[in-house]
């Protein structure tokens, strides 16, 4: 257990005090979320009763492969179809799936190529110091971006 002592305070200038963890994700296979929507949502209303409407599922376990990030987010999002009304379509799917991911993007705090910001340092070249851009002048986004546990 953490005890309050070992807490320590937010260090001025960075924007999380938590560590920087990489994770690794994998994605879940058809037939897992195919198990789990037959399993737990097909008596929902709207929920495909014949071969005619089978294209239906297909469309919303496309869906839901497509954006489920793991077994646990597929969890999540059957757990959530399951507290409505209606059986999901693609777009309600990928809705509960933006809410209810467990991870996201984030550059290194610690880089030293961008200071933790996630976009490539200022640098001098010619006498002229600028940020390094990409042919169509964005800022260039530095290569420490990770998939971390969302906070
Ligand atoms: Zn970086």
């Known amino acids: 257990m953490t005890k309050v002592s070992d807490i320590k305070p937010d260090t001025p200038g960075t924007y999380s005090p938590q560590e920087f963890k ?20 097909m ?27 793991d077994e646990s987010h597929v969890l999540r999002i059957v757990a959530e ?4 009304d209606y059986f999901p379509d693609g777009y309600v799917i990928r809705q509960i799936a933006g809410a209810t991911k467990g991870t996201e993007r984030r550059p290194n705090p610690k880089c030293e190529k961008c200071d ?19 042919a169509d002048g964005k800022p260039l986004k530095c290569d420490c971006w990770r998939t971390v546990e969302r906070v």
Request: hydrophobic letters at 30%; charged letters at 35%.
């Open 22 to 41: 990489p994770v690794e994700l994998k994605k879940p296979t058809r037939e897992f979320c195919k198990t789990e929507l037959r399993k737990r949502l």
């Open 43 to 69: 008596l929902k209303r709207g929920a495909p009763r014949d071969e005619r409407e089978l294209d239906m599922l297909k469309y919303v376990l496309d869906a839901l492969v497509q954006v489920a990030e």
């Open 81 to 84: 179809c399951e507290q409505r």
């Open 116 to 134: 933790g910001s996630g976009f490539l340092k200022p640098v001098e070249k010619g006498g002229y110091t600028g940020v390094p851009t990409t």
